[in-house]
């Protein structure tokens, strides 16, 4: 491939003599050659192809047993000073990572071929666009990158003779678990990742570089990286407003993507977009507003649960020219997961390649599921029906409101608006949710997750929070910031609110308050919706289940402060003042002092 950029050509010389792979090829973005990767991986068994006529353009990938979801524990911010990586983050210092890292990539490509991928994330030549480079052995990784970012030669076009770039760097090695480390070294602007498989470890340019990376050069040039979904709601007189939402893994964040409004609000001329799922990178605008793009190109969705019935426009994004990963596979060589479409399957391979029924046991007579709790789909975002015309614009969409939201069962309201920015900034990080597959640890078990950033952010996060509050000093028509919770159940343990479509209803509130409409009642937490201010056209909603979905328990609240209390006090001396006096401010909200 034609380009004239010397470091880059330095810097795959030294990686490769490091790596020895037998080959180097320079992965072009064209079709001819993702049609004979694709074809070399399913020779090598390294992709499986599914049924063409059923899933036309659909590959299937198992990972390793012990290599399904991001490994955080084996995840590292290395600065060089440890202060600058914060106590939420793992740190290693840089000389000690680089040399523990080259003694498991030394070799480590022998006998197979090094893919050289020139990524964007984000349209090519966008101002908001960086550009990465990702070193790998895998054709795995290929294909996904091929899907999830915009690769080949008119990246390095835009790259000319000198542009900056991420360095990443990624072998499966050996795929050993004591072997495996993913090291972002933010003041190097390099990413190297070992041992791995899996989506999250491996493709470099999702969380890696898009968020930790990201997140830490934003903060110096003075924009946001962040882990939020793009959507934008268009009213029946052709207004669009465009949300960001920050929500921890599976806590609904690619259904409401993706929404699909209620028959009722259809019926009267709304229509959702879908911009992105996962990610925003967002700066502010010569108009002072704050302006967004979804740097990727795909989705690297959670299979299960996803159906036709929560979330139409994924099951319509997912037939054809799609990744799957861990789900499991069926004699007639589709796809199938827990909570999915279509009947349970009689037989199966799993996500393990052993046979499968139904009822199966392990060893333990626990249940064994056909699909991984985490297994994912690949998909270009342009199949998704949803997707908004403005998705590729290099300018971005503006930014009316924000949505913090997480997954609590008894505490947080179904939706209350923050005071003000600074309070919106103290909302944002004292969020907590109740962990998920995604994550490694303890289901259910309650931990903080400011911003849905805790794994993601480059660097300290009381840093983090200062640049938040920052921003909001520089941002002359700031979005308004709205905390939400779908996931409230009443005592037998069901949902209170219906979610899904519905949640259309709740968002048009929290876009009329930005317009200075829409009733709300003053409470300690923020502004809550009075019921009369909903749009209830064709959703019978009692107005004591209402009430129930905003009871602010004060107990409860004060037991949750001494855990905000807690968690921000780990920070120090580094934590912004600001963020002590809106926990003190509520606190005394709370014992109703106000």
Same mark, same amino acid.
């Given at each position: ?17 490091? &790596? @020895? ?12 050659? /993702? ?26 990938? #198992? ?48 006998? /197979? ?11 090519? +030549? ?81 969380? &890696?570089?898009?968020? #930790? ?10 924009? !946001? ?30 259904? !409401? ?86 009947? $349970?399957?009689? @037989?199966?391979?799993?996500? #393990? ?51 913090? +939201?997480?997954?609590?069962? /008894? ?53 983090? =929070? ?22 409230? #159940? ?9 979610? =899904? ?12 308050? &930005? ?27 009692? /107005? ?16 949750? $402060?001494? @855990? ?6 780990? =920070?120090? $001396? ?21």
């Amino acid at each position: 491939m034609n380009h004239h950029h010397k470091e880059l050509d330095k810097w795959v010389k030294e990686m490769a003599a490091m &790596c @020895q792979p037998d080959k180097i090829v320079w992965i072009d973005g064209s079709d001819a050659q /993702r049609k004979q990767l694709t074809a070399e991986a399913i020779k090598t068994g390294e992709v499986i192809e599914l049924n063409q006529e059923l899933l036309p353009g659909c590959l299937y990938h #198992r990972t390793a047993v012990n290599d399904v979801a991001r490994t955080e524990g084996l995840t590292y911010i290395c600065t060089a000073r440890e202060e600058d990586a914060g106590t939420t983050n793992n740190w290693m210092p840089p000389e000690k990572a680089y040399d523990q890292a080259r003694e498991y990539f030394t070799g480590a490509m022998k006998g /197979r071929t090094m893919y050289v991928i020139p990524f964007s994330m984000g349209p090519v +030549g966008s101002a908001f666009s960086k550009i990465g480079v990702e070193l790998t052995d895998s054709i795995y990784v290929v294909l996904n990158m091929l899907i999830m970012t915009r690769v080949g030669t008119s990246v390095l076009d835009a790259l000319g003779a000198n542009g900056v770039f991420t360095k990443c760097l990624h072998s499966k090695a050996d795929l050993d678990i004591n072997k495996r480390l993913i090291l972002h070294f933010p003041e190097d602007n390099t990413i190297w990742s070992v041992g791995s498989g899996y989506g999250g470890n491996v493709l470099l340019g999702k969380k &890696c570089l898009a968020l #930790r990376i990201a997140s830490y050069q934003a903060r110096q040039e003075g924009w !946001l990286a962040e882990h939020m979904l793009i959507l934008g709601v268009e009213h029946p007189d052709g207004q669009i407003d465009y949300i960001a939402g920050a929500f921890p893994s599976a806590c609904g964040k690619t259904n !409401l993507a993706m929404l699909v409004p209620s028959p009722d609000l259809a019926k009267k001329g709304y229509k959702v977009w879908t911009v992105g799922d996962d990610i925003a990178w967002m700066r502010i605008g010569p108009d002072g507003r704050l302006w967004a793009i979804n740097p990727e190109s795909g989705f690297f969705g959670v299979a299960p649960g996803t159906n036709s019935k929560f979330n139409p426009n994924a099951v319509a994004t997912i037939k054809r020219n799609t990744i799957f990963t861990n789900t499991a596979l069926l004699p007639n060589g589709t796809v199938w997961w827990e909570q999915g479409d279509g009947d $349970q399957p009689v @037989q199966a391979l799993d996500w #393990r390649g052993q046979p499968w029924y139904p009822g199966k046991t392990d060893e333990h007579g626990k249940k064994v599921d056909a699909a991984h709790a985490n297994s994912r789909f690949t998909a270009p975002a342009s199949q998704c029906p949803s997707i908004s015309p403005h998705w590729q614009d290099p300018q971005g969409v503006p930014i009316t409101a924000i949505f913090f +939201g997480t997954r609590r069962a /008894r505490l947080a309201p179904l939706i209350y608006q923050c005071f003000d920015w600074q309070h919106a900034v103290y909302v944002g990080a004292t969020m907590s949710s109740e962990r998920t597959a995604a994550q490694f640890g303890k289901i259910g078990e309650v931990r903080h997750d400011p911003m849905a950033m805790l794994p993601f952010c480059g660097y300290n996060m009381a840093d983090y =929070f200062r640049h938040w509050l920052e921003m909001g000093k520089k941002i002359l028509h700031r979005p308004k910031v709205f905390r939400v919770n779908w996931f409230r #159940r009443d005592d037998d343990g069901n949902f209170l609110w219906p979610g =899904f479509g519905e949640n259309l209803r709740i968002l048009l509130w929290a876009l009329a308050r &930005c317009r200075g409409q829409a009733n709300a009642i003053r409470t300690p937490l923020g502004w809550v919706p009075t019921y009369d201010s909903i749009d209830w056209d064709g959703l019978q909603f009692p /107005r004591a289940s209402w009430s129930d979905l905003h009871a602010i328990h004060t107990e409860e609240w004060l037991e949750e $402060q001494n @855990q905000n209390r807690q968690f921000l006090a780990q =920070f120090g $001396q580094r934590l912004p003042s600001e963020l002590w006096y809106e926990h003190a401010a509520r606190e005394f909200r709370l014992r109703g002092h106000e």
